[in-house]
């Protein structure tokens, strides 16, 4: 009776991730067909599908997982598949995952990965469950494919480590092979959880409850390996807000006064800016953005916080911010402008296959154009911070170099980290490797004339 009452827990838990897979093939599905961000359309599904944590759990790291590793099991894939036009796509990402499950989750059967392969495709379509059932039995026979034996360097690194061709010479060109490498490897690591204490007298009692560890970048930041910190009573109460820690380097650079005004030009979704009005009194914070659902959510963060009384949201493109309001508006600026996003893709990994090399200049110039126009509304000695979630000099270190040449009447700030590799000529330039953080860069300019 023992083993009768076993094997009903095996079919009973088979089952239930094959709830899972199917949830994470539709999500697939809509990031690749639909073009829908993979953050969003997970959400959406976990949001309305009854699921238990622990399927939300295996759904998550099934789609980030073959998202992740997407370029890596086309390659594989292509060793048994002639011409994958000729199939309905949702046969292939029912594949891609089924492949993503055999060759990177050890906890997992494979007969059950197989298995529910099959009956998930039979309940779509039963020719293909032959098809799907035939592939996965075949990789699962034969000896896997060496990714090593590729001959052309960049395109092995692509393979191996599931980055576009272009994206991988890129960062080649500009850290060199080793730091490269170091990087590529980072990219694969699951991101930690990372939150902000709101009041950082309470730092350490939260970090107790929530058995977190405290950030070595940021002094307000806690993180773990994993965590929902999103369902805690400590984040609904505005105790604490989710925050990557080089995102919670941004604020404290303006050293902002409390009776301050501050324009936040590119606001949404508003974490920087309820940091931002944690300094304020007197002050106020004036939030731009381009679309009302962003400022929304700019507003939602404001509320949950209680800081809504010292922020003021304004629909307005960055670059028209001089039309709008007047010379020596402002005392402190902050851009953190609209990037290619390079440095999120650990968090964000569909962005590293909807990226091009060359969307860099474009929005370099949209950078500098919003550059141009706030400046024109900041006060004589007042600071703008330039920030942005990428890694490449043509959005960073070209943007600042090009504005300072453009505009006499402002200098640099040189900033400062007790972590002084992350400090590169007065600016704060941190990737992924280096603590396993999205990849960030922090500059400063004074106006002095």
Not at 119 to 130: D, M, S, V
Request: with cysteine.
């Amino acid at each position: 009776m023992v083993w009768v009452k076993n094997l009903k827990w095996v079919i009973i838990l088979e089952s239930k991730q094959q709830l899972a897979r199917s949830g994470a093939l539709t999500v697939l599905t809509d990031i690749f067909d639909k073009g829908a961000y993979s953050n969003i359309a997970l959400n959406h599904y976990l949001k309305n599908h009854s699921l238990s944590q622990q399927d939300k759990a295996l759904l998550t790291e099934l789609v980030y997982g073959s998202l992740s590793r997407k370029i890596t099991l086309e390659w594989y894939l292509a060793h048994y598949i002639e011409d994958r036009n000729r199939l309905e796509t949702w046969v292939y990402y029912l594949l891609m995952l089924s492949l993503y499950q055999i060759l990177y989750l050890d906890k997992i059967p494979e007969h059950a990965i197989v298995n529910d392969a099959v009956t998930i495709a039979k309940k779509r379509h039963q020719g293909a469950a032959k098809l799907v059932n035939a592939v996965l039995r075949q990789f699962l026979r034969q000896e896997i494919p060496d990714v090593k034996a590729i001959k052309r360097k960049n395109k092995r690194y692509s393979v191996e480590y599931s980055l576009p061709v272009w994206l991988v010479k890129k960062i080649i060109d500009e850290f060199g092979e080793d730091r490269a490498v170091a990087i590529f490897k980072s990219l694969l690591i699951r991101s930690k959880a990372s939150i902000r204490v709101v009041n950082p007298a309470e730092l350490e009692k939260v970090k107790r409850m929530t058995g977190s560890e405290k950030s070595v970048l940021s002094p307000v930041g806690l993180v773990k390996a994993a965590g929902h910190f999103s369902d805690s009573d400590l984040f609904k109460e505005g105790k604490i807000t989710i925050q990557d820690e080089s995102s919670q380097l941004v604020a404290p650079t303006l050293e902002l006064q409390e009776d301050d005004s501050v324009l936040d030009a590119c606001s949404a979704p508003g974490g920087k800016a309820v940091h931002l009005a944690s300094y304020l009194k007197s002050g106020r914070l004036t939030a731009l953005d381009l679309y009302d659902h962003k400022l929304k959510l700019i507003e939602d963060n404001a509320r949950r916080l209680g800081v809504s009384d010292k922020i003021k949201t304004q629909k307005l493109d960055a670059r028209k911010v001089h039309e709008q309001f007047a010379p020596d508006t402002f005392d402190k600026i902050l851009v953190d402008a609209p990037c290619s996003g390079i440095g999120l893709i650990r968090r964000k990994p569909d962005i590293k296959y909807n990226k091009a090399g060359q969307d860099l200049l474009s929005l370099q110039k949209i950078q500098l154009e919003i550059l141009d126009s706030v400046c024109q509304t900041i006060k004589k000695g007042g600071i703008i911070t330039y920030s942005t979630c990428t890694i490449f000099k043509e959005e960073n270190q070209m943007v600042l170099k090009q504005f300072l040449d453009g505009h006499p009447n402002f200098e640099q700030v040189k900033l400062h980290h007790k972590q002084e590799d992350i400090v590169v000529d007065g600016c704060l330039v941190i990737t992924p490797e280096q603590y396993l953080t999205d990849g960030f860069f922090i500059s400063q300019i004074k106006r002095i004339s």
